[in-house]
């Protein structure tokens, strides 16, 4: 047994860009995020000068004006005032229009983000998308877009102020004094220094985060979703402890990274605190050495100030950045996952309607990271011919159908549809002809009818002509009975996932909805939940007239289905071994004769 490949990409846990890749990338992949982004820079430069406006204001006033040689001059005083508040309200004008422009940009460019990315989850076959727990798929389209907004949003601009901030202060600083600037730069470049590795830990500790994030969300939706069946089985105690161990470990990653910050974080203040001491002892000698005046040294505390407090916040920063770098990563690994079954659009062959012939040609197939379970399966189902696949469950009846519908594409050898290829037929096209009519068909929260109506092909008919077409098919089906039993007929509510109805009731809307799919190949995964007899009757006759003069290719759990069908395959770890009609099979006296045998004895 040899697999060459195998089928389903993997969706990687991130993506492996580096930080300052992993910014660009994301910009390229939402660039309405840059939309405007010179006003708003312009703007946050304007913003950013606004900031010195009170230590030169300080200065000025001082040295100037209440200090000016030729005693306080009270009208300079006043302009110098007045100009200063200006220029604040100016300032602080040109920063709420920095928040308001980002706010904008920001939005629209994550909101296409998340399009962007829910889609391509979307378009990535079940295949690929079972690699990853669902609510950890879900928390990368929104909590982990989430993060990406925040920093945009406030990291972004601070960043961008502070260091606008850093650069206006050191210029004014040495202006008023080189000396005292060079041990402020002193003092402050030995904590950049031991940043940047801290900052390697931080973006370590909140991919981690993110990725526990991911992994208790997964964990809450399963146990959500499979309720009933925690419930059943009084298994409530171990899942709860299983969404304790995904919860404290979400905390324990937090915590780490957290006390990763605070350690950053309290070194930058100490920093900050020493800084402020030293500029006033060197400050006060040179002030007495005449090297320096009282409103420059003042305000040189002022611009200490202004240079600190970017440099603390950096941080705080950082640590929104490694978040969002760590959100961004996972949102990118996802638009990253190649498409394993890619649909050729308008390129691709348009399937004429009409009666459905299907060929098998040497089909292999492997699911990810299995065995092969299909190892070249030939087989020939004509048109308008009812074909039941029959074996031992795992023999690889499922992993058929799904090939025939296109679910996936075998790792080897071809699926044709009236001798193409499947994988050069539109999607859109192979949608019209071929439909998979699941065991348990999905249903979605709504009417009887809406759930029916999912199987109508034409997406602009109205309302009207959708009410016509569903009582049509319930008239057709056989169903008009059941419908007028149900307690709001057709506009009956399903519930969520169809709870509300009886699982022989979800099977009939299940029909429906294939029924006015108008397909030219079905196929039909039998039910095999048991139901009343008269379900089963009315089921039977739905099915009768579903099938009727179409091609169907029915995964059988029952043999009585095999013994209805035109044509019986017989599947057996992964090869087909018989092909043939019910009679011809019997009279052979092989694996479905025996099969056969063994189920007329225990039934009949
Ligand atoms: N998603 C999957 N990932 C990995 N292996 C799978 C997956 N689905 C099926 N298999 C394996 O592939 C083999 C064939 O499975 P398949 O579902 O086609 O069997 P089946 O004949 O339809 O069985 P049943 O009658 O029980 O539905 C089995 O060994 C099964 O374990």
Request: charged share 20%.
């Given at each position: 047994m040899s697999t060459t490949t195998q089928a389903g990409a993997r969706i990687a846990?991130?993506?492996?860009?580096g930080v300052l890749a992993t910014l660009r990338r994301g910009v390229q992949v939402s660039p309405e995020i840059l939309d405007g982004l010179w006003v708003t820079l312009a703007l946050a430069v304007a913003a950013a000068l606004g900031r010195v406006v009170v230590p030169i204001a300080v200065q000025q006033t001082i040295d100037t004006g209440i200090g000016a040689e030729s005693g306080p001059d009270a009208t300079r005083v006043a302009v110098l005032v007045s100009v200063a508040a200006v220029l604040l309200v100016g300032a602080g004008l040109c920063s709420a229009l920095v928040n308001v422009r980002l706010f904008r940009s920001t939005e629209a460019g994550l909101a296409s983000l998340r399009v962007r990315a829910f889609r391509h989850v979307h378009d990535l076959s079940t295949l690929t998308q079972g690699t990853e727990r669902r609510g950890a798929l879900v928390s990368r389209v929104t909590s982990d877009v989430d993060t990406i907004s925040l920093f945009v949003q406030w990291g972004g601009i601070m960043l961008l102020v502070s260091v606008l901030q850093i650069g206006v202060a050191t210029v004014l600083m040495a202006i008023y004094s080189w000396q005292l600037t060079i041990v402020v730069w002193a003092c402050f470049v030995p904590l950049f220094l031991v940043l940047r590795p801290a900052q390697r830990h931080v973006n370590q500790a909140y991919t981690d985060v993110r990725a526990r994030v991911g992994a208790m969300l997964g964990a809450i939706s399963e146990s959500v979703v499979g309720a009933e069946t925690i419930r059943a089985y009084g298994v409530g105690a171990r899942t709860a402890r299983r969404i304790d161990a995904a919860v404290d470990a979400t905390r324990g990653a937090m915590v780490r990274a957290q006390k990763l910050v605070a350690v950053v974080f309290s070194s930058g203040v100490l920093v900050a605190n020493l800084v402020l001491a030293v500029v006033v002892v060197l400050g006060s000698y040179l002030g007495v050495a005449g090297d320096i005046s009282v409103g420059q040294l003042l305000a040189f505390l002022f611009l200490v100030q202004l240079f600190t407090g970017p440099v603390q916040m950096a941080t705080e920063i950082l640590n929104e950045l490694q978040n969002a770098v760590a959100g961004w990563r996972r949102v990118l690994a996802v638009l990253e996952t190649p498409l394993d079954v890619v649909d050729p659009g308008a390129d691709g062959v348009v399937s004429p309607r009409g009666p459905a012939h299907v060929r098998l040609e040497r089909v292999r197939f492997a699911y990810p990271d299995g065995p092969?379970?299909?190892?070249?399966v030939d087989l020939d189902l004509p048109a308008r011919t009812s074909v039941a696949v029959v074996g031992a469950t795992g023999s690889g009846k499922t992993t058929i159908a799904k090939l025939v519908t296109r679910l996936m594409d075998p790792t080897g050898g071809r699926v044709l549809l009236d001798g193409v290829d499947l994988r050069e037929v539109r999607g859109s096209s192979l949608r019209e002809r071929v439909v998979l009519v699941p065991q348990e068909g999905f249903l979605f929260e709504g009417t009887v009818e809406e759930n029916a109506a999912y199987g109508l092909r034409d997406g602009s008919a109205s309302d009207d002509e959708r009410r016509a077409r569903v009582a049509a098919a319930v008239a057709r089906l056989g169903l008009t009975d059941w419908v007028a039993d149900l307690p709001d007929g057709a506009g009956t509510q399903v519930g969520q996932r169809g709870e509300s109805l009886s699982a022989g009731e979800r099977q009939l809307v299940a029909l429906l909805r294939a029924y006015l799919a108008?397909?030219?190949l079905l196929v039909l995964d039998e039910a095999t939940s048991a139901v009343d007899p008269a379900a089963e009757v009315r089921i039977a006759r739905a099915l009768a007239t579903l099938t009727a003069g179409r091609s169907t290719l029915t995964i059988a759990h029952r043999l009585s289905t095999a013994e209805a069908a035109d044509l019986v395959v017989v599947v057996d770890a992964g090869h087909v071994v018989e092909v043939g009609s019910h009679a011809e099979l019997v009279e052979a006296d092989g694996v479905y004769a025996h099969m056969h045998a063994a189920w007329v004895s225990q039934t009949r």
């Amino acid at each position: 047994m040899s697999t060459t490949t195998q089928a389903g990409a993997r969706i990687a846990s991130a993506s492996s860009l580096g930080v300052l890749a992993t910014l660009r990338r994301g910009v390229q992949v939402s660039p309405e995020i840059l939309d405007g982004l010179w006003v708003t820079l312009a703007l946050a430069v304007a913003a950013a000068l606004g900031r010195v406006v009170v230590p030169i204001a300080v200065q000025q006033t001082i040295d100037t004006g209440i200090g000016a040689e030729s005693g306080p001059d009270a009208t300079r005083v006043a302009v110098l005032v007045s100009v200063a508040a200006v220029l604040l309200v100016g300032a602080g004008l040109c920063s709420a229009l920095v928040n308001v422009r980002l706010f904008r940009s920001t939005e629209a460019g994550l909101a296409s983000l998340r399009v962007r990315a829910f889609r391509h989850v979307h378009d990535l076959s079940t295949l690929t998308q079972g690699t990853e727990r669902r609510g950890a798929l879900v928390s990368r389209v929104t909590s982990d877009v989430d993060t990406i907004s925040l920093f945009v949003q406030w990291g972004g601009i601070m960043l961008l102020v502070s260091v606008l901030q850093i650069g206006v202060a050191t210029v004014l600083m040495a202006i008023y004094s080189w000396q005292l600037t060079i041990v402020v730069w002193a003092c402050f470049v030995p904590l950049f220094l031991v940043l940047r590795p801290a900052q390697r830990h931080v973006n370590q500790a909140y991919t981690d985060v993110r990725a526990r994030v991911g992994a208790m969300l997964g964990a809450i939706s399963e146990s959500v979703v499979g309720a009933e069946t925690i419930r059943a089985y009084g298994v409530g105690a171990r899942t709860a402890r299983r969404i304790d161990a995904a919860v404290d470990a979400t905390r324990g990653a937090m915590v780490r990274a957290q006390k990763l910050v605070a350690v950053v974080f309290s070194s930058g203040v100490l920093v900050a605190n020493l800084v402020l001491a030293v500029v006033v002892v060197l400050g006060s000698y040179l002030g007495v050495a005449g090297d320096i005046s009282v409103g420059q040294l003042l305000a040189f505390l002022f611009l200490v100030q202004l240079f600190t407090g970017p440099v603390q916040m950096a941080t705080e920063i950082l640590n929104e950045l490694q978040n969002a770098v760590a959100g961004w990563r996972r949102v990118l690994a996802v638009l990253e996952t190649p498409l394993d079954v890619v649909d050729p659009g308008a390129d691709g062959v348009v399937s004429p309607r009409g009666p459905a012939h299907v060929r098998l040609e040497r089909v292999r197939f492997a699911y990810p990271d299995g065995p092969e379970v299909l190892h070249g399966v030939d087989l020939d189902l004509p048109a308008r011919t009812s074909v039941a696949v029959v074996g031992a469950t795992g023999s690889g009846k499922t992993t058929i159908a799904k090939l025939v519908t296109r679910l996936m594409d075998p790792t080897g050898g071809r699926v044709l549809l009236d001798g193409v290829d499947l994988r050069e037929v539109r999607g859109s096209s192979l949608r019209e002809r071929v439909v998979l009519v699941p065991q348990e068909g999905f249903l979605f929260e709504g009417t009887v009818e809406e759930n029916a109506a999912y199987g109508l092909r034409d997406g602009s008919a109205s309302d009207d002509e959708r009410r016509a077409r569903v009582a049509a098919a319930v008239a057709r089906l056989g169903l008009t009975d059941w419908v007028a039993d149900l307690p709001d007929g057709a506009g009956t509510q399903v519930g969520q996932r169809g709870e509300s109805l009886s699982a022989g009731e979800r099977q009939l809307v299940a029909l429906l909805r294939a029924y006015l799919a108008e397909a030219d190949l079905l196929v039909l995964d039998e039910a095999t939940s048991a139901v009343d007899p008269a379900a089963e009757v009315r089921i039977a006759r739905a099915l009768a007239t579903l099938t009727a003069g179409r091609s169907t290719l029915t995964i059988a759990h029952r043999l009585s289905t095999a013994e209805a069908a035109d044509l019986v395959v017989v599947v057996d770890a992964g090869h087909v071994v018989e092909v043939g009609s019910h009679a011809e099979l019997v009279e052979a006296d092989g694996v479905y004769a025996h099969m056969h045998a063994a189920w007329v004895s225990q039934t009949r």
